[in-house]
């Protein structure tokens, strides 16, 4: 095959910000409405900024054909470039990204060559690899730290699919994938996993281990995926100063990445992450700034988290980088997930745990206007059984004595957890699950209107996800666990604990259960299924089983 028609190739796959055809519906921005729309739906459009899907049916895929084998120019990278494995995510009925990065040394971004890598592409039907369904090839450039993304279209609904990539002589691991069902698509169940707050030095990842035995569907990550901070490792260590410039979040998301663990949960599944703090600063609000090195830190952030995810849409020109989305799983479910960082004015009372103060009755948005309107839309346009929300931090009311604990999460925001509540309350009450993760911590609850008095019942249920490693060691949080356990709306709380959370989705319920790590010092510890709670459609509030 001749090299001008492999390029012609590539020009036909996006391997950044850039995506092909119904790639842009929704993208990370909104609604990622399937090609099928069908009477009776309400694709998300209009003021949101969301497209309107294209007419269609939902059917077979009409994929591209694989044709001759295709062969790639000599790689720069003279020794096996895979060293962070592989990954897919922000599937749809019918496509998926394939993502990888080449690099020989994970925490030393500036050793790469400069020049270009070709990089092949496979898509296969089977798990041995026998059966190719499509084939491409992309250029890898260290202008984007050599990372891939590929937009796969053409593919079948609910189907799985393996893929592999080839840079010269070097071949990645292969990993697995799923197609979403179409939105129309009657689906008895979904098997969904959540995991959040993976600090590297707080312990190692048994939890993502197991995890990738478990052969879901899809995994949400509810943020934290790196954390910026310098060597204060207890059990592992950074081995680098703070994060404050693109080549140090490289070097840093490189780290994390070459965890065998975490690749091998990444390459069980499609995953659809959002992030939350750490991927930028501790405690970080708002996207526009006057200062120049905050702002040019958030950038270099930014695109060193695009690098490194499988998501569909990078970085626009002014650096901000939009990832609310929703998507379908059939009419189970639609899932939500939030930016609750990059939109929002900054925390009353400062951001430190402590007491209230007469600011956080003013009205600040969390969301910021924009992705406000954009959730009522998406709510409002709902027909599915279930609406599960990724929320980036709690949204539960953590009420001590009229004070709140932490002004970080939505309890420093009420009015703009009041709106929130309001729009489920009239478009989905009794089937709206909230999936929250910042706080180093496991547990169930009610979001009330009022803790104080609340009796039941609630129109969101929330479950806390326990973090991958990460620990909450402030003495005030610990010491109100007590507290916290036997208020109403609150029907477990434990800091103590790490692991991971599945929801097995249903009609009538969502059964979650918590897999915890026996000691997230142990690299082979134990997980197992510790806790598990059952949210009933309708009546919502999370019950033991």
Request: hydrophobic residues 40%; proline residues 6%; negative net charge.
């Amino acid at each position: 095959m001749g090299r001008r028609l492999l390029v012609d190739r590539l020009r036909m796959r996006p391997t950044g910000p850039s995506v092909s055809r119904r790639g842009m519906l929704g993208g990370l921005g909104g609604l990622a409405a399937v090609g099928c729309a069908t009477e009776g739906k309400s694709p998300v459009s209009g003021d949101t900024g969301v497209p309107t899907p294209p007419e269609g049916t939902c059917g077979p895929g009409s994929p591209t054909a694989a044709g001759d084998v295709l062969s790639a120019g000599a790689s720069p990278f003279e020794e096996n470039p895979f060293q962070l494995g592989v990954a897919s995510g922000d599937p749809l009925h019918d496509r998926v990204i394939l993502w990888t990065r080449l690099v020989v040394e994970p925490t030393d971004v500036a050793s790469s060559p400069s020049a270009s890598a070709d990089v092949i592409w496979q898509l296969f039907a089977d798990e041995a690899l026998t059966v190719m369904v499509q084939e491409g090839m992309v250029v890898a450039t260290a202008e984007s730290a050599h990372s891939v993304h590929v937009d796969v279209d053409g593919l079948d609904s609910a189907t799985e699919y393996w893929y592999r990539f080839i840079c010269g002589a070097h071949e990645s691991p292969s990993g697995r994938t799923r197609t979403l069902p179409c939105e129309d698509a009657t689906v008895e169940v979904a098997r969904i996993g959540f995991a959040t707050c993976q600090n590297w030095q707080s312990g190692f990842y048994a939890s993502h281990r197991n995890m990738a035995e478990a052969r879901l569907d899809l995994v949400v990550f509810l943020g934290d995926y790196i954390y910026e901070a310098g060597t204060t490792g207890e059990v592992r260590d950074h081995g680098a100063p703070e994060c404050f410039d693109l080549e140090a979040y490289r070097n840093r998301h490189g780290l994390y990445r070459s965890d065998a663990d975490l690749q091998a949960a990444h390459q069980s599944a499609p995953w659809m992450p959002i992030w939350d703090d750490h991927e930028f600063d501790n405690n970080s609000v708002g996207g526009s700034t006057d200062d120049a090195d905050v702002a040019a830190r958030r950038t270099a952030a930014y695109q060193a988290w695009y690098e490194h995810m499988p998501v569909r849409r990078g970085p626009v020109a002014d650096g901000s980088l939009q990832i609310y989305r929703a998507v379908d799983f059939g009419t189970l479910a639609r899932f939500v997930l939030l930016d609750g960082r990059q939109h929002r004015d900054l925390q009353p009372c400062g951001d430190d745990i402590g007491a209230t103060c007469d600011e956080v009755f003013e009205e600040r948005t969390f969301l910021g206007a924009e992705q406000e309107a954009w959730v009522r839309t998406v709510f409002e346009t709902s027909s599915e059984q279930w609406m599960v929300v990724a929320n980036p931090v709690v949204m539960l009311p953590i009420d001590l004595a009229g004070s709140f604990l932490n002004p970080d999460q939505w309890d420093g925001y009420p009015s703009a957890r009041a709106r929130f509540m309001d729009t489920v309350a009239t478009h989905a009450p009794g089937r709206t699950v909230l999936f929250s993760g910042d706080i180093h911590a496991a547990g169930v609850g009610v979001v009330p209107e009022d803790p104080a008095v609340y009796d039941g019942p609630a129109a969101i249920a929330e479950v806390v996800v326990p973090a991958v490693s990460s620990r909450f060691e402030n003495e005030l949080a610990i010491s109100v666990g007590a507290i916290l356990a036997v208020q109403a709306h609150i029907g477990w709380w434990d800091w103590s604990v790490n692991g991971w959370t599945q929801a097995t989705i249903s009609a009538d319920a969502i059964d979650v259960a918590f897999w915890l790590v026996d000691d997230r010092t142990d690299p082979v510890s134990p997980v197992t299924p510790a806790r598990t709670w059952r949210i009933e459609a309708e009546s919502i509030v999370p019950v033991e089983t």
